[in-house]
């Protein structure tokens, strides 16, 4: 179906719109589309729809692999940015700040966006070495514990739309790459209240995530805890994990009175 463009008086705001539309094409589409494909879905010949990404990607704003488009660096450092002014991030900094001095470790607070998880705040470990995500970097959902923890929170027609189109990439040895496995992990998230990732995502890394629901129960972010293997704690049920329940519930309450966008599903 062809795109229908506004009448506008602002000198290249047609152009603009058109890679605005592509560029909403990529961000929603359930996995990274190729250029035919948002040719296709967006109404427009080919070669507009070629040159329209070509132009994207040069700029940073989307990144091609394999002949398929994801959203970019730059798009994700600017979203990164205004995530840092938003509520949510302040509202939950004191919480954030006591976990990471409660657990000794790295602290990472999510949301979900289409088929990843990006991360919006990052409370570095104390301790001598440092983990390599980012603020504005992305995880994928079945891999990371904050990605199994946001799908396990969804309603479950929400998440099997999700689970349906979800590239199951087997990042390491222990990745869960399969629907059925995928599901009984999810399954077993949802009944202990939060997710493990050992391992799955990055060698000699285990995290511990849980989803954080708005007034309306919907998960609208997750935070989790990730420590290195080799200085992992004896019992990591009262290291980590009773304190992000602690945390999960806590911020609840916060949660309830903000504008959260509930975005990702």
């Keep these: 179906m062809g795109v229908v463009v506004s009448e506008t008086k602002v000198a290249g705001a047609a152009a603009f719109a058109k890679f605005m539309t592509v560029l909403q094409a990529v961000a929603d589409a359930p996995h990274p589309p190729t250029a035919a494909a948002l040719a296709r879905s967006c109404g427009y010949p080919r070669p507009t729809a070629y040159r ?20 970019g660096p730059r798009l994700l450092a600017l979203a990164s940015r205004a995530w840092s002014q938003f509520d949510l991030r302040a509202a939950l900094s004191a919480d954030l700040q006591a976990l990471r001095d409660e657990t000794g470790e790295t602290v990472h607070l999510a949301v979900p966006a289409g088929a990843e998880m990006i991360y919006i705040d990052k409370l570095e470990s104390p301790g001598p070495v440092r ?23 969804l309603p479950e027609p929400a998440r099997e739309r999700l689970l349906r189109d979800l590239p199951l990439a087997s990042r390491m040895p ?31 890394i285990a995290c511990y995530g849980v989803a954080l629901r708005d007034a309306a129960g919907q998960p609208v972010a997750c935070v989790s805890v990730s420590t290195l293997l080799f200085r992992r ?17 806590a911020a609840s309450a916060k949660l309830a009175v903000l504008p959260v966008p509930s975005g990702g599903a």
């Design 233 to 249: 704690r004896a019992d990591p049920q009262s290291a980590y994990i009773e304190p992000l329940l602690r945390l999960r519930d």
């Design 52 to 71: 329209i990404v070509a132009a994207l990607a040069e700029q940073g704003m989307v990144a091609e692999t394999d002949g398929a488009y994801r959203l």
């Design 174 to 204: 222990g990745t869960l790459s399969t629907l059925p496995a995928l599901r009984a992990a999810l399954a077993d998230t949802a009944a202990r209240g939060y997710a493990l990732d050992n391992e799955e995502n990055e060698p000699g």
């Design 131 to 153: 983990m390599a995500s980012r603020v504005g970097a992305a995880v994928a959902l079945h891999s990371s514990a904050v990605g199994k923890a946001y799908l396990a929170a």
